[in-house]
Nanobody
Framework: QVQLEESGGGLVQAGGSLRLSCVDS????????MGWFRQAPGKEREFVAG????????YYTDSVKGRFTISRDNARSTAYLQMSSLKPEDTAVYYC????????????????????WGQGTQVTVSS
C-alpha cells in the first residue's frame, strides 16, 4: 500500500528557498517513479518535476528548470523537491505522486498516470 505525505511547505519571500519532502510509508517506494505537481487557486494541477524509480532520469517543466531539483533517497523512502529562486508565481499547493508503471519517460508529466497522491503542502511566495 502506498501512503504519501508531503512536508516542508511554508511562506517565503521571493528569491528564497524551500525543500519539500515526500515520505512513502508503504513498501514499494524504491520501485515507483515519483512526481511533483502543483495547483494554484483557480488553475489546473500542473506537472513540476518527475524522477524515475532509480533516480536515473529527471524531468522538469520549463518554468522551474534551473531553479528546482528533484531527488530521492530510496533507503529513506523519501522524495525531495529543492526549490530555489522562488517567485510569486510558484505559489500553489504542491503534491507528490507515485507511479508504478513502466515507460515513464513517455508519460511522466501526465497527472492521470499517477495513481497515488499525497494531501499536498502549501507553498506561498511573497513579493
Amino acid at each position: 500500500q502506498v501512503q504519501l505525505e508531503e512536508s516542508g511547505g511554508g511562506l517565503v519571500q521571493a528569491g528564497g528557498s524551500l525543500r519539500l519532502s515526500c515520505v512513502d510509508s508503504g513498501r514499494t517506494f524504491s520501485i515507483y517513479n515519483m512526481g511533483w505537481f502543483r495547483q494554484a487557486p483557480g488553475k489546473e494541477r500542473e506537472f513540476v518535476a518527475g524522477i524515475s524509480w532509480n533516480g536515473g532520469n529527471t524531468y522538469y517543466t520549463d518554468s522551474v528548470k534551473g531553479r528546482f531539483t528533484i531527488s530521492r533517497d530510496n533507503a529513506r523512502s523519501t522524495a525531495y523537491l529543492q526549490m530555489s529562486s522562488l517567485k510569486p508565481e510558484d505559489t500553489a499547493v504542491y503534491y507528490c505522486s507515485s507511479d508504478p508503471g513502466a515507460y515513464y519517460y513517455a508519460r511522466y508529466s501526465r497527472a492521470d498516470e499517477y495513481p497515488y497522491w499525497g494531501q499536498g503542502t502549501q507553498v506561498t511566495v511573497s513579493s
